[in-house]
C-alpha cells in the first residue's frame, strides 16, 4: 500500500468505515429484504440516514469520495427485483407496447391479455404481476417517460431481469445529472454546492427511485437542468428542458403559472409557447380520439378514488365518520375540492410574490408542492423527492425530515390488504407540522 494511499486511509478511517456500513446495509435491502417485514424495514431505513447524516457532515467537501459512494449504493441494486413496489411490471408492459409500435393509452391490461396475438413478452408475468389495480387501468405515464421504457425494453429484450436492469440504468444516469446540474445550479445561487448531497446520499431516494424504478429521478434531471438553464437567462432552452420534465411525470404542471411573474407578460407567453409546442411535439405519436379521454380519465382517478399516506384527509376522514359519513363518498367530495384549493394556492403565489427572483421563484415552488401534498389523499412515499429537491435551493430543511419518518407509511406493506396505521402517520406528520412551524418561526426571528 502507498503512503499516500495510506495516509488518505488513516485520514478517512471512520469515514471509510460509514461508507462500507452503507454499501452492506443497501444489499441487504435489496436481496434480503421482504417489504411485510416492517421492523427490519425500518431498521434500515434509520441506519441509513444516520450513516447519511454523518458522511454528509464529515465529508461533505470531499466530492469525490461521495459521489463515489452514492453511485457504489445505487450500483449495489442493479441485478435486484424491486421489492417495495410493483408499478415496474406496468413499465415493461408499456415499454413492450410502444417497442411494438402500440399506443399504451388506448386498451387495459385486462383486455390486452385476452388477445390471442399479444406482442408483449412474458405478458402473463407482467400482467399478474402489476396487480389488479393497474391492470384495470388505462396508463397514466405521459409520453417521454413512456419512451423510456420503451428504451429499457428494447434493451431488456425478452428479459424482465433486462429490462429491470436498463430501467436502473436510466435512473442512475438521470441521479449522476441531477448530481452534476444540482451542484451548478447551487453555485449559480450562492449557496453551499455541497448540499446536492443531500440528495444523492438520501436513503428515501436511492432505494425509491434505483431500487423502486420511480420515475421521480428523470424527471428531476429535465426539472434541475431547466432550472439551470434558468439561472443562465437561456430561458427558452429552460422551456424545451421543463417541458421534457413534465412528459415525463406531469407534477411541474402545478408551476408554470409562476413564470407570469418571473418574466414580464411578453417573455413568458413566449416561454409557454416553446413548453406547449415540445410538449405538443411528444403527445403526438401517441394521439388518438380516444387518448386525451383515456388519459385525463385516469389522471382524475388520482383525485377521487385513491387515498395512501394522507394528511390533512385523514383527519377530516376520521372526524367525518363520528358523524356517520360514507368513507367511500367523502373521498369523491373532497377529491373535486383538492384541485379547486391547489388552483386557489398557485394562484396566490403566482401574485402575490415577487417571482422575479429565482430564489423566490424556487420558494413559491417549495411552498405550492408541500401544500399540495398536505391536502393530497394520497402521498406515495417516493412523491416527498420533488420537495427534497426544491429545499436544497432554500433555507428550508423539513422536506428532509419527511423523507426520513415517510418511511413509516411503508407499514400498509406489511399486510396483504393494505391497511394503514393511523397512529404512524400521525406521528410522521405531526413531527412535519412541528418542524417545519419551528423553521418558519426561526425564519421570521432573523428577519
Given at each position: ?22 454499501i452492506v446495509f443497501y444489499y441487504t435491502f435489496a ?181 423502486n424504478l420511480h420515475f421521480e429521478g428523470v424527471m ?145 415552488m417549495l411552498w405550492i408542492l408541500t401544500i399540495y ?75
Open positions: 500500500m502507498s503512503n499516500s494511499l495510506t495516509t488518505y486511509v488513516k485520514l478517512h478511517k471512520v469515514s471509510l468505515v460509514l461508507a462500507f456500513l452503507s436481496y434480503h429484504l421482504e417489504r411485510t417485514d416492517f421492523v427490519k424495514l425500518v431498521t434500515l431505513f434509520a441506519a441509513l440516514f444516520f450513516l447519511c447524516y454523518k458522511l454528509v457532515q464529515f465529508e461533505k467537501w470531499n466530492f469525490r469520495f461521495l459521489l463515489g459512494i452514492g453511485i457504489l449504493s445505487r450500483l449495489v441494486f442493479l441485478v435486484a427485483e424491486p421489492n417495495l413496489s410493483q408499478d415496474f411490471y406496468r413499465f415493461i408492459w408499456d415499454g413492450q407496447l410502444v417497442r411494438n409500435l402500440q399506443n399504451p393509452y388506448l386498451n387495459v391490461p385486462d383486455t390486452l391479455i385476452t388477445q390471442s396475438n399479444l406482442v408483449i413478452a412474458n405478458a402473463q408475468q407482467l400482467y399478474e404481476g402489476m396487480g389488479s389495480l393497474s391492470a384495470r387501468h388505462f396508463s397514466n405515464y405521459p409520453p417521454l417517460n413512456q419512451l423510456f421504457f420503451a428504451i429499457a425494453a428494447f434493451f431488456g429484450g425478452k428479459s424482465i431481469l433486462g429490462s429491470i436492469i436498463a430501467l436502473r440504468g436510466i435512473s442512475i444516469l438521470a441521479d449522476i445529472g441531477i448530481f452534476y446540474f444540482g451542484r451548478k445550479l447551487l453555485k449559480n445561487l450562492n449557496r453551499s454546492p455541497h448540499l446536492i448531497f443531500w440528495y444523492f446520499l438520501n436513503p428515501l431516494v436511492i432505494v425509491e427511485l434505483t431500487g428531476l434531471f429535465f426539472f434541475v437542468w431547466a432550472l439551470y438553464l434558468l439561472s443562465l437567462n437561456k430561458w427558452q432552452w429552460a422551456g424545451v428542458v421543463l417541458a421534457c420534465s413534465i412528459s415525463v411525470k406531469l407534477v411541474p404542471l402545478l408551476f408554470l403559472p409562476l413564470f407570469l411573474k418571473h418574466f414580464n407578460f411578453k417573455k413568458s407567453i413566449l416561454f409557454y409557447l416553446i413548453i406547449g409546442a415540445t410538449s405538443l411535439l411528444l403527445f403526438v405519436p401517441f394521439y388518438s380520439p380516444e387518448f386525451i379521454h383515456n388519459y385525463s380519465k385516469t389522471i382524475g382517478l388520482w383525485f377521487s378514488n385513491f387515498e395512501f399516506n394522507a394528511g390533512l384527509y385523514n383527519g377530516i376522514k376520521q372526524i367525518a365518520i363520528q358523524f356517520d359519513a360514507k368513507p367511500w363518498e367523502l373521498i369523491k367530495t373532497y377529491g373535486k375540492l383538492t384541485p379547486l384549493i391547489t388552483i386557489a394556492t398557485v394562484l396566490l403565489f403566482t401574485f402575490l410574490r415577487k417571482n422575479q427572483d429565482l430564489k423566490v421563484l424556487l420558494s413559491s401534498y398536505f391536502i393530497s389523499p394520497t402521498v406515495h412515499p417516493w412523491y416527498v423527492i420533488f420537495l427534497v429537491t426544491l429545499t436544497l435551493f432554500t433555507t428550508y430543511r423539513y422536506a428532509l425530515l419527511w423523507s426520513a419518518v415517510i418511511v413509516l407509511s411503508y407499514f400498509a406493506y406489511a399486510h396483504a390488504d393494505f391497511k394503514e396505521h393511523m397512529g404512524l402517520v400521525a406521528i410522521e406528520y405531526i413531527s412535519v407540522y412541528a418542524y417545519l412551524i419551528y423553521e418558519i418561526i426561526m425564519h421570521r426571528n432573523k428577519k
